[in-house]
């Protein structure tokens, strides 16, 4: 009879208790991804796939390959050491007369123009006088209407037109290219500018980054510190600048800083300096910036972190002999580095990718990769070479993050 009561208790319903608990943990975890499929979804659409989209545009380029499908076939045999055959030049004039009827020329020459500065004006050239062409030969024709195709280079970069996907992008993102014969070679000076400005990069949010820790720390202990009525009153004037957009606050700046501004008529006024100092449009104006504006990104991880040390530590250990510093630097200073490294993190990791304010308040030789990605996207309609510069960037962020894992551990990241 015990033995039977035990099966019946097993079984509810005729269903053994262990399926019904399975299927019940089932039910649980669907209604869990059912909540955040949303999340999930906009997380694809908005994040993943744009990022997605902007590694394939750096390497992929298809315009050589369907614009001009004759010439870049007919160019699979060339050995590249001479100037092509005949019929390579027809299968040319053939893929331009096609250009200039269906109006793409303009996107073959622009295309060319990437990689040979000045050619798009020949190519141009090129596709309208080929429609007039109605038999060969074209070689000496070609060349004689347009000098380019009088040049190994262009052919070497139709060549590798047969292939859709490129490395030139990510090449000269580096400031490097292909030369006449295919091979990689080092931009001319110039045109080497993209290393200058990564390091620039790297430069300038090292700086803020430094600053905004020399600033921050010492008012995120005050605020630690302080009663709860007192500090609650100076929290809100730390996120008060949230209130207010970037751009405004970038511009205040500029109003602040010009020739006239209230800090040059502050110092002058003060006899500090006889003549207004140039602190706009440079580098002084853009860190001075982004310091300011990052400022609370680096003190609110060390704050939330401080909060948790308990003061009896730094007490116990001047019980124990030790003097205000020591007891700071061995007790107390090592329990706020994950504050520390998150707020740092934080702050290193927006200014790589700032735009409005060194646009605004730097100078010429102040601008940073944004503003590249910004022109070649707007301006030029580069897309590849926006692309290129946008995937090193993030491959330099995930490589800062793959460091900060290794040397410190996601683990010890604290942000409240």
């Known amino acids: 009879m015990a033995t039977m009561a035990v099966q019946i208790a097993g079984v509810a319903g005729g269903i053994p208790l262990p399926v019904k608990l399975r299927r019940v943990e089932r039910r649980r975890k669907l209604t869990a991804f059912a909540l955040v499929l949303p999340l999930l979804l906009f997380i694809l659409t908005t994040f993943v796939v744009p990022i997605g989209r902007m590694m394939l545009n750096a390497i992929y380029d298809d315009t050589l390959l369907t614009l001009m499908p004759?010439?870049?076939?007919?160019?699979?045999t060339w050995d590249g050491k001479d100037l092509p055959d005949e019929s390579v030049y027809a299968a040319l004039a053939e893929d331009l007369q096609q250009a200039w009827t269906q109006k793409t020329a303009g996107v073959v020459a622009n295309r060319i123009n990437y990689e040979l500065p000045g050619a798009g004006?020949?190519?141009?050239?090129?596709?309208?006088?080929?429609?007039?062409?109605?038999?060969?030969?074209?070689?000496?024709?070609?060349?004689?209407?347009?000098?380019?195709?009088?040049?190994?280079?262009v052919w070497s970069l139709l060549k590798r037109g047969h292939s859709a996907y490129t490395a030139y992008y990510?090449?000269?993102?580096?400031?490097?290219?292909?030369?006449?014969?295919?091979?990689?070679?080092?931009?001319?000076?110039?045109?080497?500018?993209?290393?200058?400005?990564?390091?620039?990069?790297?430069?300038?949010?090292?700086g803020v980054t430094a600053l905004t820790l020399l600033l921050g720390f010492p008012v995120a202990y005050l605020l630690a510190t302080l009663p709860a009525k007192t500090g609650n009153l100076l929290m809100i004037m730390v996120i008060l600048p949230f209130w207010t957009s970037l751009l405004v606050r970038t511009t205040a700046w500029v109003v602040l800083l010009q020739e006239h501004g209230l800090v040059n008529?502050?110092?002058?006024?003060?006899?500090?300096?006889?003549?207004?100092?140039?602190?706009?449009?440079?580098?002084?104006?853009?860190?001075?910036?982004?310091?300011?504006?990052?400022?609370?990104?680096?003190?609110?991880?060390?704050?939330?972190?401080?909060?948790?040390?308990?003061?009896?530590?730094?007490?116990?250990?001047r019980s124990l002999g030790a003097?205000?510093?020591?007891a700071f630097w061995k007790v107390y200073f090592p329990q706020t580095l994950p504050g520390i490294a998150a707020g740092c993190l934080l702050t290193f990791m927006l200014c790589l990718g700032y735009y409005i304010t060194p646009a605004l308040v730097g100078g010429p030789a102040d601008q940073m990769v944004s503003s590249f990605v910004a022109h070649y996207t707007n301006e030029d309609l580069n897309w590849g070479m926006a692309s290129a510069l946008g995937v090193i960037l993030l491959t330099a962020t995930l490589l800062l993050y793959y460091a900060y894992n290794k040397l410190v551990g996601f683990d010890r990241l604290k942000m409240g």
């Open 265 to 317: 008529d502050l110092l002058m006024g003060l006899h500090i300096i006889s003549q207004p100092a140039e602190l706009i449009f440079n580098r002084i104006g853009t860190v001075v910036a982004m310091t300011h504006i990052q400022l609370p990104f680096t003190l609110l991880p060390i704050y939330s972190v401080l909060k948790t040390i308990p003061p009896s530590h730094v007490r116990a250990a």
């Open 170 to 206: 990510l090449l000269r993102s580096l400031d490097y290219q292909y030369g006449p014969e295919g091979q990689i070679v080092a931009s001319p000076p110039e045109n080497a500018i993209f290393r200058d400005v990564f390091l620039r990069t790297l430069g300038i949010s090292i």
């Open 70 to 76: 004759r010439t870049t076939a007919a160019l699979s």
């Open 323 to 326: 003097g205000p510093f020591y």
């Open 121 to 153: 004006g020949q190519v141009r050239s090129s596709a309208r006088k080929a429609s007039t062409l109605s038999n060969g030969p074209y070689k000496a024709v070609l060349i004689e209407n347009s000098p380019l195709w009088g040049q190994r280079g």
